[in-house]
């Protein structure tokens, strides 16, 4: 069966394993407004995170709602201007912000330095990091991995911060549990290129270990049921993206004297919890939202000069996944369907993902 010229994927929001492909309208736009086309995106956890915790307190599935008990899931890639009746904003213009799975996006731009924010009020319940987009340049050798890690790597760039903090204050080593995701091996690589002379270890599942270890980033990768066997030194600071309760509250427990800092981020695991567990031991466990706390960082420092740091930063392990990331391509929402089912299932491997195209 053909597919419309245009169309929107949509999930059913209490079954993901539910999807259709609906027909889309393109209507006449009104003046100030422009149709992106959308390019391409990747698919990673965090996609994931935001269909399955759509309904929670960040609503993710209000961004691009669909029909009754269903929506489109958002993902972060690259879009054209198609059409334009904004006088600043020109056909052909390429962007890089958050899109829904659909073949377009109307979008309601006000320029800023680095792109425009799209003042559609539908979507302003979200940070403003998720209604703003930036200008892209046209593709280069490194485009299709910045359409992977740029957004999630703002993620490990800032938890780097934190722990230059705690270094400071006497850290010397800190535990990192999904040691195989994006942004586990961004920020020890991050943590390593600063110089922070944090010992990291790296917890992860069985089947990754190898994975994990031969990366050659971490001093000493576990897996989840052999955590007695980590040689932590202390002061840690433990750093958890699984979200899930069962491995928060076991590192927890096993290392709680020698915590001094237990931060909270991700969802990467299919059994990942909000809100997060009760009776965590050891210190109060704190929430790390990175859009708010890049918003902060970039408005207390100057977003010129954070954004220039951050992008030298980004492009160093853009070309570092090189040795080790494999970028699969597909096209189509039937494609889409099927990499999304093996994300939300955990089943992608660490070592491979996929970038589509509508």
Do not use: C
């Not at 020109?90 to 912000?97: A, C, K, L, N, P």
Request: proline letters at 8%; aromatic letters at 10%; zero cysteines.
């Amino acid at each position: 069966m053909s597919q419309p010229d245009r169309w929107d994927l949509v999930f059913q929001r209490d079954d993901l394993t539910v999807s259709e492909i609906r027909g889309a309208s393109s209507p006449r736009l009104q003046p100030g407004e422009v149709r992106l086309a959308v390019e391409k995106f990747g698919l990673t956890a965090n996609n994931a995170t935001y269909a399955r915790f759509g309904d929670s307190d960040i609503p993710f599935w209000n961004a691009f709602p669909g029909p009754d008990g269903y929506g489109r899931v958002p993902v972060w890639g690259y879009a054209r201007v198609e059409e334009s009746r904004h006088p600043e904003i020109g056909v052909g213009t390429r962007y890089f912000g958050y899109l829904p799975m659909s073949t377009h996006h109307v979008v309601a731009p006000q320029v800023t330095p680095r792109g425009f924010a799209d003042t559609t009020p539908q979507r302003h319940f979200l940070h403003p990091w998720y209604w703003h987009f930036e200008r892209a340049e046209e593709p280069d050798a490194l485009d299709d991995r910045r359409a992977l890690i740029h957004p999630v790597y703002p993620a490990a760039y800032n938890l780097a911060d934190m722990l230059a903090r705690q270094a400071g204050l006497g850290a010397r080593s800190v535990l990192i549990t999904s040691a195989s995701s994006k942004v586990a091996i961004g920020l020890v690589e991050e943590a390593a290129a600063r110089g922070l002379g944090l010992s990291a270890i790296g917890i992860t599942s069985e089947r990754n270990a190898a994975f994990v270890g031969g990366l050659g980033l971490y001093d000493t990768v576990v897996s989840y049921e052999d955590l007695a066997s980590a040689p932590v030194t202390e002061p840690a600071v433990f750093v958890d993206l699984t979200g899930e309760a069962t491995w928060r509250l076991a590192v927890a427990e096993r290392f709680a004297d020698k915590l001094v800092n237990t931060t909270l981020i991700g969802f990467t695991h299919p059994g990942a919890q909000v809100p997060p567990p009760p009776g965590l031991r050891g210190p109060a466990a704190e929430v790390f939202f990175t859009p708010a706390v890049e918003w902060q960082v970039a408005e207390e420092e100057g977003p010129e000069n954070y954004y220039a740091r951050y992008a030298r930063s980004e492009r160093r392990f853009l070309a570092s996944t090189t040795s080790w990331l494999t970028i699969e391509h597909a096209q189509g929402p039937e494609a889409i369907v099927d990499v999304f089912g093996d994300v939300l299932a955990g089943k992608q491997p660490p070592d491979v993902s996929y970038v589509l195209r509508p």
